[in-house]
């Protein structure tokens, strides 16, 4: 996620890649007692590239108009 992020810009592929680790950490028979603290955090930085993405789009927007 940090090379698509750091390098290529690609901030839909970290987000895929986050989702993709997200699913699979919770597809774990013991998931919330033993990853309760990383399912946490891939929230949270799923939540902040999606805010990222969203004002990415809206900044794009207002520049065309």
């Known amino acids: 996620m940090q090379v698509e992020v750091d390098e290529y ?3 839909e592929k970290a987000l ?6 997200y699913n699979i950490l919770c597809k774990s028979p013991t998931a919330e007692d033993t990853y309760h603290d990383a ?3 891939l ?10 993405l969203n004002a990415s789009q809206y900044g794009t927007f207002l520049s065309r108009v």
């Open 9 to 11: 810009r690609d901030y």
């Open 16 to 21: 895929a890649a986050l989702g993709e680790a």
């Open 39 to 41: 399912i946490s955090e």
């Open 43 to 52: 929230r949270t930085r799923m939540t902040l590239v999606k805010a990222y």
